[in-house]
């Protein structure tokens, strides 16, 4: 509320300005992020208030948008609800969580013909809350899917720049790696890095549904089994099972068998891996990401299965 009050003008007026709308809370797709680590730290986010109006009918400024950004791939639901609010599936795009609260009309605004000197002014609206949970999805065209330690840390790491951890233990993935993968001279694709799935997976065992969740965004899975193993066929059943219990979609993406570290292969396994193919329609095929073996036609199979 305010008058205008000048040498020689008396009774000047009503002059209040209204205030400021608060600022949006925006979530925005970046295509730089990978993860929603940030938001496990900072749980907590507030767009500021719009200033007051002012004197001579000046309006306040209105508070700047927050702008809170997440991978691509993030899904936005309801804490209270479930309810999915939003799918941010390309960079740049936007989602309006919240919007700032109105500002409240200043004491100018209520003047009329029967009252000029209106006493009265509007407080701001005040601003919303919501409590959200984000989840990333990632989106990759190739889903590296295998029990912890098959070696699909390693072999991101040789078919594309991403430098994810290796190490001789299971569960050394525990959030998915992004790799693009160079293709002949022009062409490229992605390749996630999940980590590790278990027998129970579905029901939550290990990383469990962690893992799950981000395989429902691949095109295409690529199925590690380390050559070591002592019952491939029994790890592909227990893999693929794993799958359809999480959800029947899972189990009707194109997928395919890669047969890893070939090169501590014995006499039996080249046997054993004909054996696999000729039980399997789909195709069938061995690498090592140490001598490099297989990793040309791994690659060519990859980008097969995409187009
Ligand atoms: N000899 C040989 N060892 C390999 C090969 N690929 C991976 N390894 C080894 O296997 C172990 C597991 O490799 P990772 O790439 O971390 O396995 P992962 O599937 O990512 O494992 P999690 O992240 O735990 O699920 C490491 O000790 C690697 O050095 C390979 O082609 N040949
Ligand atoms: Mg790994």
């Known amino acids: 509320m305010s008058f205008r009050r000048e040498k020689f003008v008396p009774k000047g007026g009503p002059d209040g300005g ?9 979530l925005v797709a970046n295509g730089q992020l990978h993860t929603l680590l940030d938001h496990r730290y900072r749980r907590e986010y507030a767009a500021p208030n719009g200033a007051p109006g002012e004197p001579s009918r000046r309006s306040g400024k209105s508070g700047r948008a927050l702008r809170i950004e997440v991978p691509v791939g993030t899904v936005v639901r309801s804490e209270e609800s479930g309810a ?8 740049g795009q936007e989602f309006i969580v919240l919007p700032g609260g109105a500002g409240g009309r200043g004491n100018a605004e209520f003047a009329t013909a029967t009252n000029q000197t209106p006493r009265k002014a509007e407080s701001g ?32 790491s040789v078919i594309s720049a991403a430098r994810p951890r290796i190490a001789d233990y299971p569960f050394t993935t525990l959030e998915p790696n992004l790799g ?6 022009y ?22 549904h962690k893992f799950l969740q981000h395989v429902e965004r691949t095109r295409v899975l690529a199925m ?7 019952d491939y066929q029994a790890d592909v059943d227990v893999l693929r099972n794993e799958l359809s219990s999480y959800s029947g979609e899972l189990s009707e993406k194109p997928w395919f068998i890669a047969v890893s570290k070939t090169d501590t292969a014995d006499e039996e396994t080249q046997e ?8 399997h329609d789909v ?25």
């Open 283 to 307: 195709p069938v095929l061995s690498f090592s990401s140490v001598s490099q073996e297989g990793i040309n036609a791994l690659k060519d199979m990859m980008w097969r299965m995409i187009t």
């Open 84 to 91: 999915m609010l939003a799918d941010l599936v390309e960079d």
């Open 187 to 208: 062409d490229s694709f992605t390749v996630a890095d999940l980590p590790g799935l278990i027998e129970g997976a579905h029901e939550g065992k290990g990383l469990g």
């Open 180 to 185: 693009i993968v160079r293709y002949r001279e």
């Open 272 to 279: 054993r891996i004909s054996e696999l193919a000729s039980r």
């Open 224 to 230: 590690l089994i380390d050559c070591m193993s002592g």
């Open 125 to 156: 609206r005040e601003g919303k809350d919501a409590q959200l949970l984000l989840e990333l999805k990632l989106i990759a065209d190739v889903g590296l899917v295998g029990f912890p330690n098959a070696g699909k840390s390693t072999l991101i």
């Open 18 to 26: 209204n205030g400021g709308r608060g600022g949006d809370v925006i």
